[in-house]
């Protein structure tokens, strides 16, 4: 869509500044991406779970792209404002801009964007309503636009109709208006050169589905989130962040997480409201922390994590969740509720440092293998119809010649055997932990 706005606007162009004989086939062609946009603002419309949003989303696009004003020659240069459009994706698409700039991108965009849209729109303009005097060139009008937008004054001529001095005077305000919001972004980004930036997404709250909700925040929620960002998962994976912190979270890795696929929402994540405002009910996973942004014992930790994977578990069954405890006497609840993975992180923590004495270099190997960021990981491969029947023996062969992988464990039903036997046959659907560089699909 970004290409095809950017060459609808250089089509438009091109119908103003081409010889005669070459405007018709322009004008065709702009006319076909205008109706490939209105098919897309339909699909939109049509798939909006709230049709009033979609309007106050979509409203300059909408009048950017309406038939009804196309007969109107002056008022072709509105399918100029679809370049908002193409700034608000070129947002979300683009890489980072300048360190100095870094969580200012968005702001930055938006004000190339409304530059570019009225230096184009007062050309237009200005060739159209003054085309007997010196702006009747297309060259020299959207040289006057963008020398008065930045001087705040005509420059090198003066409009001779009233629509072109009114032109003249809103390329001047606009220039003015936008001076200072460029202040105001430049003087922002050098004070907070280091802020988050996540207030363009990709859809809103909810309309989200197949998402992961993190629930609470500790030390380790950073970590967390870069490992779900990190090699190897969707590129349109999001995440929502649920915390008692009225403020944003601290510590998130902005150079490691696509802050338009971050979401943030603040309130109790045991209480049913909050947890359906996240979307549990049509998320994929949930990640259960132990919260540490109030003050709280440890039994109170550990009791909120049962009581937030209980009502998730009632309000998504077929969710799978992970949750953190501080104490391993309270698995066998969250066992009961149904959550899949518990970790302990001191008894973890504990069984490195002491596996790393009685096995030196055993730290090294579980730096790598932990993390998907570099070198090998443990990845899940789910056993498909036409291996079934296989053993073990055959697919640890056929992993290490066309795949680099190592078989870790099979699981079948309930039962995970690590190391299984070379003899099992695996069946359809059960699952194998093997250890790659990358993702491996059989």
């Known amino acids: 869509m970004l290409l095809l706005i950017v060459l609808s606007v250089a089509l438009l162009v091109g119908e103003v500044t081409a010889p005669m004989a070459m405007r018709p086939a322009l004008e065709f062609a702009g006319h076909v991406l205008t109706a ?56 979300r698409r683009g890489g980072r801009y300048t360190q100095l700039f870094r969580g200012r991108s968005g702001e930055l965009t938006t004000l190339a964007s409304i530059t570019a849209a009225m230096v184009l729109m007062g050309a237009m303009v200005l060739q159209s309503v003054e085309s007997g005097g010196d702006l009747g060139n297309f060259e020299a009008a959207v040289w006057f636009s963008m020398l008065s937008l930045i001087a705040g004054e005509p420059v090198g001529t003066t409009p001779t109709t009233v629509a072109g001095r009114l032109t003249t005077l809103s390329l001047m305000v606009g220039g003015l208006t936008i001076f200072g919001m460029f202040v105001a972004t430049a003087s922002a980004s050098m004070v907070s050169r280091f802020s ?50 009225e403020e944003r979270v601290e510590g998130i890795p902005m150079d490691r997480v696509r802050p338009e696929y971050l979401y943030y929402l603040s309130g109790d994540y045991t209480r049913v409201e909050v947890l359906e405002e996240a979307g549990i009910g049509v998320a994929k996973a ?150 790659a560089r990358g993702r491996v699909r059989l």
Request: aromatic content about 6%; hydrophobic content about 45%; glycine content about 6%.
């Open 286 to 435: 949930a990640v259960l922390l132990a919260d540490e942004t109030r003050e709280r014992s440890v039994q109170d930790i550990d009791a909120r994590t049962v009581l937030a994977a209980l009502t998730i578990e009632r309000l998504n069954p077929s969710i799978f969740t992970c949750a953190e405890l501080t104490n391993r006497q309270n698995e066998s609840m969250l066992k009961s509720a149904g959550v899949e993975e518990i970790v302990v992180g001191e008894w973890y923590a504990g069984v490195v440092l002491g596996s790393s004495v009685r096995t030196r270099g055993i730290v090294g190997v579980m730096d790598e293998i932990l993390t998907a960021d570099h070198g090998n990981g443990f990845h899940t491969v789910r056993v498909p119809a036409a291996f079934e029947g296989r053993t073990i023996a055959e697919l640890h062969l056929l992993l290490v010649q066309e795949h680099e992988a190592i078989l870790v464990s099979h699981k079948t039903g309930d039962e995970t055997t690590v190391n299984p036997p070379p003899g099992r046959v695996v069946r359809d659907g059960d699952e194998l932990v093997v250890l």
């Open 36 to 91: 490939v946009f209105v098919v897309e603002l339909s699909l939109r419309y049509w798939v909006a779970r709230k049709k009033s949003r979609f309007f106050r989303r979509y409203w300059l696009d909408i009048l950017a792209v309406m038939p009804v004003i196309r007969p109107l020659r002056v008022l072709r240069v509105l399918r100029v404002l679809r370049l908002f459009r193409a700034g608000v994706l070129m947002s």
């Open 196 to 245: 988050s930036r996540m207030e363009v997404h990709e859809l809103d709250l909810d309309e989200l589905e197949n998402h992961i909700v993190v629930l609470g925040w500790n030390r380790s929620g950073p970590t967390v989130l870069a490992e779900l960002f990190g090699p190897g998962s969707a590129p349109d994976l999001a995440v929502v962040v649920v915390s008692e912190s």
